[in-house]
């Protein structure tokens, strides 16, 4: 009984580590978001060439709704810390560079007094033999 009970502590504390870490400090100018451990991993995908490197990947893309007193808004980016990998997926290092138009809108609705907008973002891209995965994101609305 008691090796269960440590058993189910210990899936437990290890799905809590798993699950991305998300900070939201909502303030009377805005929201700031700060979401850490997004994606520790690249996926398969199929190269991308410049042409679509605004294309939207299936399966890197998540999205995220947030709760705003005002009905317009608009996604600054702050920080994008990008792990980088080579083409068989071993890590090389992490890079520091922003891709705004990676980070927008989809929807905006409205309930009552308050008003929500989902905002998506892709967490890999691939150009050349290099895959960057997003781990950490900071953006204000």
């Known amino acids: 009984m008691r090796l269960t009970l440590i058993i189910i502590i210990l899936m437990i504390a290890s799905a809590m580590t798993a ?3 998300e900070q939201v400090n909502t303030t009377a100018t805005g929201v ?7 994606r520790t991993e690249p996926y398969v995908t199929e190269p991308m060439t410049e042409e679509d490197i605004h294309d939207v990947r299936p399966g890197s893309v998540i999205g995220r709704t947030y709760a705003i007193p005002y009905a317009n808004a608009r996604v600054e980016v702050q920080n994008m810390v990008w792990n980088v990998f080579d083409a068989q997926g071993k890590l090389i290092g992490e890079t520091h560079f922003r891709l705004s138009n990676w980070i927008e809108i989809a929807n905006r609705l409205h309930f009552r007094e308050m008003y929500g907008i989902t905002v998506t973002m892709d967490t890999q891209r691939q150009v050349g033999n290099q895959i960057h995965t997003l781990r950490e994101v900071e953006f204000s609305l």
């Open 19 to 21: 699950a991305p870490l």
């Open 32 to 38: 700031t978001v700060r979401i850490q451990s997004l």
